[in-house]
Structure formats: C-alpha cells, structure tokens
C-alpha cells in the first residue's frame, strides 16, 4: 500500500522511489523507449512537423492539438489499471479475462491530466501501478513484504498486458508469415526485451535509440535483408530489374505513423545512374483513415503515397523495371539503401538511412 506521504510526491519522485530498490531496473528502464515516449513523440511529432520546410504550415495548429489530446494517451499513460487490469485481480485464468473483458482491455489508456507529469512517459507507474498497490509478474521474486507490498498479477504476466497501447499488433500476432521457423515462438518480450546471464528480465526495451553497449542486430535490418533483387537480359541492351519484398520476421506490421522505404538505383560501370526507384513500407492506407479528421481536420494527408503493408498474411510484393545498359558498360552495380521515417506526413528528407547495400551484375 502507497503512504500518504509517497501519496503526496510529484510523479518524477514517486519513481526515483521505484529507482531505490531497483536501480538496474530503472536505469535500463530510463535508456529505452518507454521512459523515453513523451519526449520522443515531442520531438518527432510536434517540434520536427513545426520546424519543417517540407510540413504544410496549415496543419502546424492541428498538430499541436492532437498532440495534447491524442498522443498523450499512449505516450504518458496513466496506469494500465485504469482500465485493462481491473478485471484480472479477480481471476487468474487470463483466457477467461481476455474473452469476457477483452473491450475494456483494448481501451485507450488515459493521459495523465497534469502535464507537468507527462516528462517520465511511460514509468513504472504506468504498467506497475494498480491505484494504491504495485502489481508485478505472477512469479517474481520481489519482497512481499516490502513497503509497496508488491502482489503478483497473472494478466499482468502474459503479452497481452502489451496490448493497451500496442493495438495494432494484436491481430497480427496470431497471424503466422511467411518463414512460421522464425515465428512460431516469438511473443513480445522475446523480440524485444533485454535478459540477462541468468535469463532475467533487465527492464530494457530494444529501440531505434539503443547506446552503444544496448547495440544488437536490428530487427529493421533484418527486415531489409529479405529485399531481394535480379538483374536478367531481355535482348543486347535491354534488361530487367526484378525485386522482391517480403515480411520473413517480423509477426506484426509496422507502427501506425512509421514509413520504412528501399531506394533501389543502378549504376553502370562508369557510375552512371541508369534507373532508380523506390519501394515504400507504411500503413497509411489504414491511418489516414484513423487521424484524417481528428489530426488533420478532413484535409488531406501530406507527405509519403501509400505503401506495402507488409502485414505477416500479406504476399510478397513483387515489381520488375525494364531499362538499357549503356553500349560502354560491362557490368551494373545495384545499389540497395533504407530509410526510416517515424511519420509519413513528413518528407522524405526527413528520413534517417539505416540502411545499405550493393550486389554487383
């Protein structure tokens, strides 16, 4: 139980609180996206579409709305208690929890209403907080008897307590692609999460950001290892470039905002562009449906076309260019390279490479 006096503290110190018994867990916490998603959607949503030469200065006001009405709700989270754990601590059989509450469960979280406490994002409060208890996995090894008295949570255990706020993979999840080897064990925390020597949970997320000793081999590279391209001879001069994209690894589709796209050029041995073009990864087509009116007012929606989906049950997307190699080249280079952005509206310049690659023809 919380005391009256922890009861009075700002959020910022009700947590460094948290970061007195459990400083690993909140100094990892503290490097990942989590702690990191107000300041983070700030940056990238808010000052980044202002600031931009490429943003139509039209939506800037209706950006800087939804920003306070709309991202708040994922981005500084109140408790996932609010609404999608009232139910699990009554019952341990998450099954049963899933089907007869499963409405409540994928409601949003609510932001919290003071916007002095949104800077710590997603804290310990948010998914750990259950109104004057901390609840925690079903078998840590927490003290029972320490001052939050912390009782453990069976709903609370499983991937779906991910769901709140990570909506958009929950359909997918269930869904296998095309390579069911890689992700027929997959779950949440297996892609995501940190452990340590000793299999335990370190309470870091892997992210775009990671330091440099948080570095691993990034689930968007892979993503792009799969891009594959053919060079064949039509007649003398002619040929035809063949690429293929399909979703091997990855059990959901990409974030609501995000754009992921494959500029594919080939250069001749004289290192001529001779044909260039680009594949692009996003939701759009589903997004502008959700933010067209309450973030963009009905305007229409500025910045990249619609994509690929590249949902796990989506087929390979296929494309062949056709283009003529020059008479002094004897060999074509292609080069492969990727970019992300975190949101479609902005240009393309906007995007950051994290991307390359070339196969020589």
Same mark, same amino acid.
């Given at each position: ?191 995501? *999460? ?6 335990? %949970?370190?309470?870091?997320? !892997? +992210?775009?950001? &990671?330091?440099?000793?948080? =570095? ?114 004897? *060999? ?6 990727? %970019?992300?952005?975190?949101? !479609? +509206?902005?240009? &393309?310049?906007?995007?950051? =490479? ?8």
């Amino acid at each position: 139980m919380f005391t009256e006096e922890y009861k009075a503290k700002s959020r910022a110190e009700k947590i460094q609180e948290c970061a007195k018994c459990h400083p690993r867990e909140f100094e990892n916490e503290q490097l990942g996206p989590h702690a990191n998603a107000f300041t983070q959607v700030r940056e990238y949503v808010f000052q980044r579409a202002q600031n931009s030469p490429y943003f139509p200065p039209v939506y800037v006001k209706t950006i800087t709305d939804s920003f306070t009405t709309i991202c708040t709700r994922c981005h500084t989270g109140k408790n996932l208690y609010e609404n999608n754990l009232k139910a699990t601590l009554t019952s341990s059989n998450v099954d049963s929890i899933w089907q007869h509450h499963s409405n409540e469960i994928t409601a949003k979280v609510p932001a919290r209403e003071n916007p002095d406490e949104w800077l710590t994002g997603i804290d310990c409060l948010t998914c750990h907080g259950a109104n004057d208890n901390v609840i925690t996995h079903i078998h840590s090894k927490a003290d029972r008897g320490a001052p939050c008295r912390p009782a453990g949570n069976a709903f609370f255990s499983s991937e779906k307590a991910c769901i709140t706020c990570h909506l958009g993979v929950v359909s997918d999840m269930v869904d296998n692609i095309h390579n069911p080897a890689v992700t027929k064990s997959q779950t949440c925390m297996s892609c995501h *999460s940190e452990y340590d020597e000793n299999g335990q %949970f370190t309470h870091y997320i !892997y +992210w775009r950001h &990671d330091p440099p000793h948080k =570095k691993r081999a990034a689930v968007r590279g892979g993503i792009f290892d799969d891009f594959t391209v053919k060079v064949q001879k039509k007649t003398r001069h002619e040929y035809a470039l063949s690429f293929e994209w399909a979703n091997k690894r990855a059990p959901h589709r990409i974030t609501e905002t995000e754009d992921i796209f494959m500029v594919v050029s080939v250069t001749s041995q004289q290192s001529k562009i001779i044909v260039t073009d680009t594949v692009r990864v996003n939701d759009k087509a589903k997004s502008d449906n959700d933010i067209q009116l309450p973030i963009f007012k009905g305007e229409p929606i500025p910045g990249s076309p619609v994509g690929y989906t590249f949902l796990p049950t989506d087929s390979a997307f296929r494309k062949t260019v056709s283009f003529v190699m020059p008479g002094d080249s004897k *060999s074509l280079t292609v080069n492969l390279t990727g %970019f992300i952005k975190s949101q !479609y +509206w902005l240009d &393309d310049a906007e995007a950051e =490479k994290v991307y390359e690659r070339t196969e020589v023809f």
